[in-house]
């Protein structure tokens, strides 16, 4: 069997359009290269940073594509001595490229210069710069390392973002559709917080889980994550379960390496065994419940100051609900509700499709189809042959939705 | 092709057709005899015929031209603004070229509607009263915004009479060949509570088992087809078993399909029959209303419903 191509290579953008996330950024980076072709730039370079994954090259490399420039590309793989700099990279940025094509330069992972090594090369570069007719892209990780301090003060800093959930969501489940993959949304959020929001240990990540699969399930995921396990969230929850004063049950919000949601969902899923009285139960319930009202007037009127309280009521809210559960060791569960959705996903988009056939025929919404109708439909499927047969041809059911009412 | 699913098959399609409602339904004939409508509100509680009454007054006013000058959307389906700006709007502009007097357009689950969505209906409705009409059905009118209740004739559906099942589903007996005893037929009208879908959908389970339907037939079908029966989910809580009552909860809203408020509802109607103190019903009344405010105000079911399930507890044990 040949080995499949890596999606980061095989699913790479291909213009800027499809890139996800740093929008902002990376519209200021294809201006600055407009304008420097037109009226030339009092910055002849520009340094893109920020941490890995992120989109730095991939966006220089789709720019070039997009505009129809060629793409003269030296990265950490590349002898790096001032010298080589200076005999190859000097004279790409001079020497007219063949047919007379209009040039990038990009100079990957400027950081990773070593100062042993590549003796003299940031001064090297430094002199290229002055003299090129081409504009100059660097990338690094970290812009204020002392070592390229050179190469900053000639450059336009661009500042590249970890890709939150907002961008990564729809990008990877696109991403995921494409490969046909089906995925639940809070998986690919997990995906995302287990990464950092770098994209391409995300993108690997779920290449290799769904390797074989045509779902990506919480089961394949939860494998992965006890693996390389980060601790913040144990410590977030130890905090939101016992502290004694609402300040320090506050911290849980930073100490935890999740965002809030997730963490709301770990204290939802933990909370009945860990204040297990019923008096403590009900009032840290309560907390919750008006926490999630915050969270939802948040969401629905934009008051996003709202999100603080509903932060308050989660943690030490909880916190201070423990009046006569002893503290007890008992082991942290992973929120179920979110396995259940992962677990349920195809279940549910076959009953959502088997609500809408209903629905359509039998003038009702889809969601009340399945309250309304399934049941029944269940009951005569498994006892009466000829009456489903009809059924079936009337609501035009595909096998896997037979199969369904008959299970 | 016909009907398979007797709800469809036995639905009426001329206002001739319908059996009751009476009221109603003569005044709809009025409407067909003089050729002109205003905009109705139909508010009942399911299965009590508005989705169908409206059929057949489009039936009986616009003919074999139905199908052009009719339509029925379902709001749950379609609720959002975008809805209402798009195939509302383009539906409701463009007159019919016939000698027909206007279109007509049935919003179903009206109270679904998100209150934009409600606010840009109402501008669409005022502007194209001329070529089109609409019939708004709900189960709450109260759900509906001041503005379009006082632009609309409303009709009130209640529940279908007990007489009206009964010979409804005899007749539907005699159509598909089946026997339905008498005590067959109290049971099925007891669990419907007037519904008419939910009467005609325990009948055809239960014919699908037997020709000769009894009250055996219907309790076992209606036992298996609502598990999701909020009993067992009380019970659980009430016995301290949170997080297991916490898991049936979960599956009802995630699979079963029903909404939160139906969950409440359930619970509700139960509260008064539990064995507990008489001064603790109160109290789970005034959670379980509680709840039922918060849900409307934006919260989620499963959150809210499980916060109300340790609430029971505490206050049953």
């Known amino acids: 069997m040949v080995a499949d191509i890596p999606w980061t290579i095989e699913l790479k953008p291909k213009n800027l359009s499809e890139i996800a996330g740093n929008k902002k950024v990376i519209d200021s980076l294809k201006r600055w290269i407009l304008s420097w072709e037109r009226t030339g730039s009092n910055k002849k370079a520009a340094l893109l940073y920020g941490p890995p994954g992120t989109g730095k090259t991939v966006s220089v490399e789709a720019l070039a594509r997009e505009l129809d420039f060629d793409l003269f590309e030296m990265n950490a793989s590349d002898i790096r001595t001032g010298q080589a700099i200076e005999s190859i990279v000097g004279s790409a940025v001079t020497e007219q490229s063949l047919f007379n094509r209009k040039k990038i330069i990009l100079l990957d992972e400027v950081d990773g210069i070593s100062s042993q090594k590549d003796r003299g090369a940031v001064q090297a570069i430094t002199k290229v710069i002055d003299k090129t007719n081409y504009p100059i892209l660097m990338t690094a990780n970290d812009a204020w390392d002392p070592k390229i301090r050179g190469l900053r003060e000639k450059s336009l800093i661009l500042n590249y973002k970890k890709i939150g959930i907002r961008d990564g969501v729809p990008y990877l489940w696109q991403l995921l559709t494409k490969k046909g993959i089906e995925a639940d949304v809070s998986m690919i959020k997990i995906i995302i917080d287990r990464n950092e929001g770098d994209m391409r240990s995300i993108i690997n990540d779920l290449q290799m889980l769904t390797t074989g699969e045509t779902e990506l399930t919480f089961e394949r995921i939860n494998q992965l994550a006890w693996r390389n396990r980060k601790e913040p969230i144990f410590d977030a929850l130890k905090l939101a379960f016992t502290s004694k004063d609402c300040l320090n049950a506050r911290k849980a919000i930073e100490v935890a390496d999740v965002d809030y949601g997730m963490l709301f969902e770990w204290i939802y899923e933990n909370l009945p065994r860990q204040l297990s009285d019923p008096y403590d139960l009900s009032n840290a319930m309560e907390a919750l419940a008006k926490a999630e009202l915050f969270l939802s007037r948040a969401k629905k009127t934009q008051a996003w100051q709202l999100l603080s309280y509903a932060m308050d009521l989660m943690t030490a809210g909880v916190a201070m609900s423990r009046k006569r559960t002893k503290p007890a060791w008992i082991p942290m569960k992973f929120p179920q509700r979110i396995a259940f959705m992962s677990r349920t996903m195809r279940e549910r988009a076959k009953l959502r499709q088997l609500g809408n056939k209903i629905g359509k025929k039998c003038h009702v919404s889809s969601q009340d189809s399945i309250k309304i109708f399934i049941p029944y439909l269940k009951i005569i499927f498994k006892h009466n042959e000829e009456m489903a047969s009809s059924i079936e041809r009337w609501l035009e059911l595909d096998g896997e939705m037979t199969t369904y009412l008959k299970s | ?317």
């Open chain 2, 1 to 317: 092709m016909e009907a398979a699913l007797w709800t469809e098959k036995y639905r009426p399609t001329t206002l001739d057709g319908i059996k009751n409602q009476l009221e109603i339904v003569n005044r709809l004939k009025n409407f067909v005899k003089n050729r002109t409508m205003p905009h109705c509100l139909f508010a009942g509680p399911p299965g009590t015929g508005k989705t169908t009454a409206a059929l057949c007054l489009a039936n009986d006013l616009f003919k074999e031209r139905t199908m052009d000058l009719y339509l029925e959307l379902n709001a749950s389906d379609a609720r959002g603004i975008d809805v209402i700006r798009t195939t509302v709007k383009d539906f409701a502009r463009i007159a019919a070229i016939t000698e027909a007097p206007f279109k007509i357009l049935t919003l179903d689950e009206a109270d679904n509607m998100t209150a934009d969505a409600q606010q840009a209906l109402r501008r669409t409705m005022e502007r194209y009263t001329n070529t089109c009409r609409f019939i708004l059905c709900c189960n709450y009118s109260g759900k509906i915004i001041e503005p379009i209740q006082s632009r609309c004739a409303i009709f009130r559906f209640r529940p279908l009479k007990i007489e009206d099942i009964s010979e409804y589903l005899t007749f539907i007996g005699k159509k598909e060949n089946f026997e339905l005893s008498k005590e067959g037929i109290d049971a099925i009208i007891e669990l419907s509570e007037g519904d008419m879908r939910g009467a005609i959908n325990i009948t055809q389970s239960s014919a699908s088992l037997t020709n000769k339907i009894n009250e055996k037939t219907v309790y076992q079908v209606a036992g298996r087809a609502k598990p999701g029966d909020v009993k067992n989910l009380l019970n659980l809580a009430i016995n301290g078993e949170f997080t297991k009552a916490r898991d049936r909860l979960r599956d009802m809203l995630v699979i079963e399909g029903l909404s939160g408020t139906d969950i409440l509802k359930q619970i509700h109607s139960e509260i008064f029959k539990l064995e507990i103190e008489e001064g603790k019903k109160i109290a789970l009344a005034d959670a379980t209303g509680e709840t039922e405010f918060r849900l409307v105000q934006g919260g989620g079911g499963e959150i809210q419903l499980s916060a109300l399930l340790a609430k029971i507890s505490l206050i049953a044990r």
